[in-house]
């Protein structure tokens, strides 16, 4: 059980970033516009990922973990993992796994869409305002979108979560745009 709770957390981080790898042996891709998404504790693992590959130009993290230790409070499964990693590798676990412990680390060259729902009761929005601030003080370009009355799944809202994905990934993207401006947020 152990080492399937290590795995569920150092492990998946290196699959994402042995992905991009093997995509390079697949096909052509263009390594100068890596992006990667992640959702819920897949925000979480797109922000160690980042934290370990500075060579990714977009994210796009959506109700995504970023202290550990207060999601904790609010989700007994992820509680029970990391007590068991506590066990293992001692108190910090938390701390390194929590992006709001290493923005410092974060690619100064990204470009981040952080979506939350205001009604989330299984990670709190404060947690996506937590990174905001951990962002603006680091001076990295990103954008900070709460939807009003939107859950974790931030239901009723796909139309809404596309149409933000679909132009960010435009602006982020584009030629003209050489640089955006840093801390923006919207509402």
């Not at 390079?24 to 992006?35: G, L, N, Q, V, Y």
């Not at 990714?56 to 959506?62: C, P």
């Amino acid at each position: 059980m152990m080492n399937c709770t290590m795995n569920l957390v150092e492990s998946d981080v290196d699959d994402i970033l042995n992905l991009m790898e093997i995509a390079k042996e697949i096909h052509s891709p263009d390594t100068s516009r890596w992006a990667m998404e992640g959702w819920s504790r897949g925000g979480m693992m797109t922000y160690l990922a980042l934290r370990k590959r500075h060579d990714v130009k977009a994210a796009i993290i959506s109700g995504g973990i970023t202290d550990v230790a207060e999601c904790c409070l609010n989700v007994p499964r992820i509680q029970a993992t990391l007590q068991q990693l506590v066990q293992i590798e001692g108190i910090r676990v938390y701390e390194k796994r929590s992006a709001i412990h290493f923005a410092d680390e974060l690619p100064k060259d990204c470009k981040y869409l952080i979506i939350h729902g205001t009604r989330d009761e299984t990670v709190s929005p404060l947690q996506a305002i937590k990174i905001a601030e951990k962002l603006l003080e680091q001076k990295l370009h990103f954008r900070l979108v709460l939807l009003e009355e939107a859950d974790h799944f931030l239901k009723g809202k796909k139309k809404e979560v596309d149409a933000l994905r679909k132009s960010q990934s435009d602006f982020w993207f584009s030629s003209r745009v050489s640089s955006p401006f840093p801390g923006q947020v919207g509402l």
